[in-house]
């Protein structure tokens, strides 16, 4: 049987996950996809699987934004695209 | 109500599928393929559930309470670790696509190269 | 109308048509919560009588399924070679790298101090692996977070001169061969590949588990070091956007 | 034989801990280390799977990795089942990476190390792909696949066309490798197992409910993703054209097929059972993908002037001969599918070499651009080449590919399948010819509006070269034109071997009956080979199939010339065909949004179809 908490959080995982979709500016994404890995650390907490939930910590906070906003700013043509245009 | 979790893991897998056919970044793109891959994840840890269980950790564990099901914990372990490389790899090819192609949009870059 | 616009609309019937194929069979699953049978079922009943080892999800990447996990091992190997191969020729060489300083002293000072309580928080991830939730691939997460840290509160001379390309190579190279290398030996000792040849010591001791620690500890090199090459090539590609600060702006 | 056994593992980890030693060691090896350590590894993978195929006669080799046996029809580990099919497609891998190593030799300047732990990485995935026997094992391999494959494909990753290739290829096969998974979640969820014997045994005798019916096609789906059925095959076009071409010589000589052959494993092994009551409707809805694949590749594969793009379409059509084999779901259908995988790849590897040879000495991929080029250089073996492999897509009997598509097609009596696959055959053949009557005789005219001119230089995906003077010298030469030669020689040789229609169906006769093997993978007592069915005796090629290669040589010679002077036919006809040739030219014009939504399409059809008819 499931029970409300599992409910709760499910329901959170949804919504952060669609809005993750919906989210077009990539910057704003990247914050919205570490609550939605947040979101999931607590989901895989209450479904006890506590190895994977530390996974989801470290990857979904640590190494989803780094990489995510190192390639949008590398993209965003500030910096070295400005000196190539020059 | 005790289907809600896979319905939570289709509305993701469904959402992530949704999100590249509509994506005009590639960034976007490889963001919403990890949440399509969530929904996996989402599927395969619901799967092993127990209700009123605990983890399968035999140290510190309360007898008498069942324990979740490892094989799909052990599954989901390795398979979110290896989502980092390859989101790495779709990144270095988008940042690609930006400094070749000069765009991020699928659209844009498919009219490049004709 | 747009191509991208007649494409959604396109998408919106086949999507409920794939909306309800796909919920029929997940609706179809048994209940939510019933117990695991079968596989897991025996597992979870004999995994710590065969193996000594406390956390079972950990037995099974490292023992029962150790062959699948060095294919994502391998995974992630090819996966980093990839990535630098992707983003080789991009960078132009900027000989000495631009100096970016942490701007606030707090930041540095609270990173100086989080530098190693965070590396100790990996290793002991990796360590206590097989004992309570954690193992290879998160504490060696953790140990590339660590790294990253070097470069969230230093500067990125700093990260780079602490964590030297060749070396990481070697390390990531190492640690996948030192996988191979162990399933190689249990052949090698006459056993079927990737045996537990190696006695299991006793159940809750860090010694337990035999070539279970040996796999998580090669697992925990080999992951920790691709998340530090991973990072290497990204920041290399952001730094590019950093400029320059003029030399006299470095010293205040 | 105990010692063939202990060949299994190393058959994957001689090629991974090779990559792993030149990564660790790459700086202090000398310059030419990494080829010869590849070349090595490629060759002991080849000589290994060999002599599996040797020892896997009678009996199938299942090994369990980690030593754990089944306990009372429960796997507790992870096992590969090397029957004689499965280890002649790890052959076949071993020994296009020899060839493509072999080529690459002189063919890259500056690589280092990086390309050969890939090529060994990938060697490994599609040999790990064609032995495994469990499910979640099947994904992994196929995934360490797609990777390698993915830094492969973007290698000349400065070519702004190279870069919309790679993306395609990614973001599409991510998406196939994320169905597979949802699949296998289904089935896990169902039967609680994850070796594909136990999950067959335990579907054994249950009405298939909901969640294997989808399981089954979320799994058929992403394999057909990457085997390059219609509607999943956009992405392959793009891809292998942009992808160098001693790796595209690995993509489209096994990489593809090898799906295909997994796919018809992990029915049988696992849903044959379930999914007996309704054998028609999943044998009907296969047929189907498999006549789309045919004739829309061999069609794209005509309207194409770039060799590379002749060669995915021809690809995709072969994928879908393949397919109509195994979709017949009977012995001599999968043996025939079998040989064909293994003499096709065998074609489209030398084709892809020599193409990348032809790129080096006549300086451009695109037909058109090279009108008369080889006639004026003089090299008579490059022209004979390209008609021969154009000759073997058109079923030139008695050799190869006649042979294979007479035992996979035309044995099961559907007149209208033998036409079908004639047909294919006939056009898949007319592209290579045309392409090498345009070159090497300099026939046609040098412009022509129904084949696309790419707006970017024609050399995508290929290294720069100095001056093609380092043709001239014969070495180089030699180097660069054995290779093809040698393969279109083997797949050429294959048929002829006495009995190997026989031993073929043979073969796949122990893939389809999958309990005989699920008892011996979950028990180790191996009952007797059920007896052939009666009608499956010694094989030999009837008038049918005589027919349908007459009909498909003859066509492929009228289509070539018509394909190309179909100009002179006056302005009202050259007006009527341009019309359909855009439009299908534009269905595959490269956004990755419309390629994802035709997987989707792909995948909601195949399901509900299913869904309504194998209830």
């Known amino acids: 049987m499931i029970d409300v908490v599992q409910i709760v959080v499910l329901t959170?995982?949804?919504?952060?996950?669609?809005?993750?979709?919906?989210?077009?500016?990539?910057?704003?994404?990247?914050?919205v996809n570490g609550m939605f890995g947040l979101s999931l650390v607590v989901l895989f907490t209450v479904f006890e699987a506590p190895d994977v939930a530390i996974s989801m910590a470290v990857v979904s906070n640590v190494a989803y934004p780094m990489l995510l906003l190192a390639t949008i700013y590398r993209t965003r043509g500030r910096g070295a695209d400005e000196r190539e245009r020059e | 109500m005790s289907v809600y979790p896979y319905v939570v893991a289709g509305v993701l897998f469904l959402a992530g599928l949704y999100g590249v056919v509509s994506s005009r970044n590639y960034i976007h793109a490889a963001v919403c393929l990890t949440v399509m891959q969530s929904g996996t994840y989402v599927a395969l840890i619901a799967l092993g559930a127990v209700s009123g269980g605990q983890a399968p950790i035999t140290k510190g564990a309360q007898p008498g309470k069942p324990m979740a099901d490892p094989v799909v914990q052990a599954l989901t372990l390795t398979d979110v670790v290896v989502s980092v490389v390859a989101l790495a790899l779709m990144l270095a090819l988008a940042q690609q696509s930006r400094r070749r192609g000069g765009t991020l949009d699928p659209d844009e870059l498919a009219r490049v190269r004709g | 109308m747009s191509r991208r616009r007649l494409r959604l609309l396109l998408f919106v019937p086949v999507a409920a048509v794939l909306a309800g194929v796909l919920m029929w069979g997940l609706v179809g699953l048994p209940s939510f919560g019933s117990p695991p049978h079968a596989y897991a079922a025996y597992l979870l009943k004999h995994e710590v009588g065969q193996r000594h080892v406390t956390n079972i999800p950990s037995a099974i990447v490292f023992d029962y399924r150790g062959w699948d996990t060095l294919g994502e091992e391998l995974i992630l190997f090819t996966s980093v070679m990839g990535t630098a191969l992707l983003l080789r020729r991009g960078r132009e060489d900027t000989g000495e790298r631009p100096r970016d300083k942490a701007a606030s002293a707090a930041v540095r000072h609270a990173g100086a101090f989080l530098v190693p309580v965070v590396l100790l928080l990996g290793i002991w991830?990796?360590?206590?692996?097989?004992?309570?939730?954690?193992?290879?691939?998160?504490?060696?997460?953790?140990?590339?977070?660590?790294?990253?840290?070097?470069?969230?509160?230093?500067?990125?001379?700093?990260?780079?001169?602490?964590?030297?390309?060749?070396?990481?190579?070697?390390a990531e190279g190492s640690g996948a061969a030192a996988y191979i290398a162990t399933g190689l030996a249990a052949l090698a000792a006459g056993q079927a590949f990737l045996a537990g040849f190696l006695p299991s010591g006793t159940v809750g001791s860090l010694l337990s588990g035999g070539t279970i620690a040996l796999l998580n500890w090669a697992t925990g090199l080999e992951v920790a070091a691709a998340g530090v090459l991973i990072f290497h090539e990204f920041l290399e590609e952001y730094i590019q956007t950093v400029p320059n600060p003029s030399p006299r702006q470095e010293e205040r | 034989m105990a010692d063939a056994s202990t060949l299994v593992p190393l058959t994957v980890a001689v090629p991974l801990i090779t990559a792993a030693l030149l990564a660790a060691v790459s700086r202090w090896i000398p310059r030419r280390g990494p080829d010869l350590a590849a070349l090595a590894a490629a060759v002991a993978v080849t000589v290994m799977s060999v002599a599996l195929v040797v020892a896997t006669r009678d009996t199938p080799i299942v090994y369990w990795f980690g030593g754990w046996h089944p306990v009372r029809g429960v796997a507790l580990g992870i096992d590969f089942v090397v029957e004689p099919a499965g280890a002649s497609l790890a052959a076949l891998s071993g020994v296009i990476a020899v060839a493509s190593l072999v080529f690459s030799w002189r063919y890259f300047e500056e690589v280092g190390h990086?390309?050969?732990?890939?090529?060994?990485?990938?060697?490994?995935?599609?040999?790990?792909?064609?032995?495994?026997?469990?499910?979640?094992?099947?994904?992994?391999?196929?995934?360490?696949?797609?990777?390698?494959?993915?830094?492969?494909?973007?290698?000349?990753?400065?070519?702004?066309?190279?870069?919309?290739?790679?993306?395609?290829?990614?973001?599409?096969?991510?998406?196939?490798?994320?169905?597979?998974?949802?699949?296998?979640?289904?089935?896990?969820?169902?039967?609680?197992?994850?070796?594909?014997?136990?999950?067959?045994?335990?579907?054994?005798?249950?009405?298939?409910?909901?969640?294997?019916?989808?399981?089954?096609?979320?799994?058929?789906?992403?394999?057909?993703?990457?085997?390059?059925?219609?509607?999943?095959?956009?992405?392959?076009?793009?891809?292998?054209?942009?992808?160098?071409?001693?790796?595209?010589?690995?993509?489209?000589?096994?990489?593809?097929?090898?799906?295909?052959?997994?796919?018809?494993?992990?029915?049988?092994d696992g849903f044959s059972d379930a999914l007996a009551a309704h054998r028609d409707a999943v044998r009907d809805a296969l047929l189907v993908l498999a006549v789309a694949s045919i004739l829309v590749g061999a069609v794209m594969a005509l309207l194409e002037a770039e060799l590379k793009r002749q060669v995915a379409f021809a690809t995709v059509a072969n994928g879908g001969l393949v397919l109509a084999g195994i979709a017949l779901l009977t012995p001599r259908g999968l043996g025939g599918a079998t040989m064909l995988v293994v003499v096709d790849g065998l074609l489209k590897a030398a084709l892809f070499l020599l193409i990348a040879a032809i790129i080096q000495w006549l300086d451009g991929g695109d037909e058109l651009l090279l009108h008369g080029r080889g006639r004026r250089r003089g090299g008579v073996l490059p022209g004979v080449l390209l008609a021969?492999?154009?000759?073997?897509?058109?079923?030139?009997?008695?050799?190869?590919?006649?042979?294979?598509?007479?035992?996979?097609?035309?044995?099961?009596?559907?007149?209208?399948?033998?036409?079908?696959?004639?047909?294919?055959?006939?056009?898949?053949?007319?592209?290579?010819?045309?392409?090498?009557?345009?070159?090497?005789?300099?026939?046609?005219?040098?412009?022509?509006?129904?084949?696309?001119?790419?707006?970017?230089?024609?050399?995508?995906?290929?290294?720069?070269?100095?001056?093609?003077?380092?043709?001239?010298?014969?070495?180089?030469?030699?180097?660069?034109?054995?290779?093809?030669?040698?393969?279109?020689?083997?797949?050429?040789?294959?048929?002829?071997?006495?009995?190997?229609?026989?031993?073929?169906?043979?073969?796949?006769?122990?893939?389809?009956?999958?309990?005989?093997?699920?008892?011996?993978?979950?028990?180790?007592?191996?009952?007797?080979?059920?007896?052939?069915?009666?009608?499956?005796?010694?094989?030999?090629?009837g008038g049918s199939a005589w027919a349908c290669a007459a009909g498909s040589l003859i066509g492929s010679v009228l289509l070539a010339a018509a394909s190309l002077w179909w100009q002179r036919l006056g302005r009202v006809v050259r007006r009527v065909l341009l019309v359909p040739v855009a439009a299908l030219k534009s269905v595959h014009d490269g956004a990755v949004g419309d390629y994802t939504l035709w997987f989707a399409t792909g995948v909601a059809a195949l399901g509900a179809v299913w869904t309504l008819t194998l209830r």
Request: aromatic share 10%; charged share 10%; proline share 7%.
């Open chain 4, 388 to 541: 021969a492999c154009g000759l073997g897509f058109a079923l030139v009997p008695p050799f190869g590919p006649f042979l294979g598509t007479a035992l996979a097609v035309d044995a099961a009596g559907r007149p209208w399948l033998t036409a079908v696959a004639a047909c294919g055959a006939a056009a898949t053949g007319a592209v290579f010819l045309r392409a090498a009557a345009r070159i090497f005789l300099g026939w046609g005219p040098r412009e022509d509006p129904a084949i696309t001119r790419e707006p970017t230089e024609s050399r995508e995906g290929e290294p720069e070269f100095q001056p093609n003077d380092d043709w001239k010298r014969v070495g180089h030469r030699i180097i660069m034109l054995a290779p093809p030669t040698v393969l279109v020689i083997a797949g050429y040789v294959l048929s002829l071997v006495p009995g190997v229609a026989d031993w073929f169906t043979s073969v796949a006769h122990g893939i389809t009956t999958p309990h005989r093997t699920a008892e011996y993978v979950l028990s180790g007592h191996l009952p007797p080979l059920p007896p052939l069915p009666h009608s499956h005796g010694h094989y030999a090629p």
């Open chain 4, 114 to 268: 990086l390309y050969h732990t890939l090529v060994l990485t990938l060697l490994a995935g599609m040999v790990g792909f064609s032995l495994s026997g469990d499910l979640f094992n099947i994904f992994v391999w196929l995934e360490l696949m797609s990777v390698a494959a993915y830094a492969l494909c973007g290698y000349q990753i400065h070519q702004s066309g190279v870069v919309q290739g790679a993306l395609t290829f990614a973001v599409l096969n991510t998406i196939g490798t994320l169905t597979l998974l949802m699949g296998i979640a289904l089935v896990y969820g169902r039967t609680g197992a994850l070796n594909l014997a136990q999950i067959g045994e335990s579907l054994h005798g249950h009405p298939p409910g909901g969640p294997v019916i989808v399981a089954f096609t979320l799994i058929t789906a992403g394999l057909l993703v990457k085997a390059g059925a219609v509607p999943f095959h956009f992405w392959l076009a793009d891809a292998y054209t942009v992808v160098p071409a001693p790796v595209g010589a690995l993509f489209a000589g096994v990489m593809s097929d090898l799906a295909y052959h997994t796919f018809a494993r992990v029915y049988w």
């Open chain 3, 125 to 170: 991830t990796v360590s206590y692996g097989y004992l309570t939730p954690g193992g290879g691939f998160q504490g060696g997460l953790i140990c590339s977070g660590a790294a990253l840290f070097l470069w969230i509160a230093g500067s990125y001379r700093l990260h780079r001169g602490l964590t030297p390309t060749p070396l990481v190579d070697a």
């Open chain 1, 12 to 31: 959170f995982v949804a919504l952060l996950g669609v809005a993750v979709v919906a989210c077009r500016d990539t910057l704003r994404q990247v914050m």
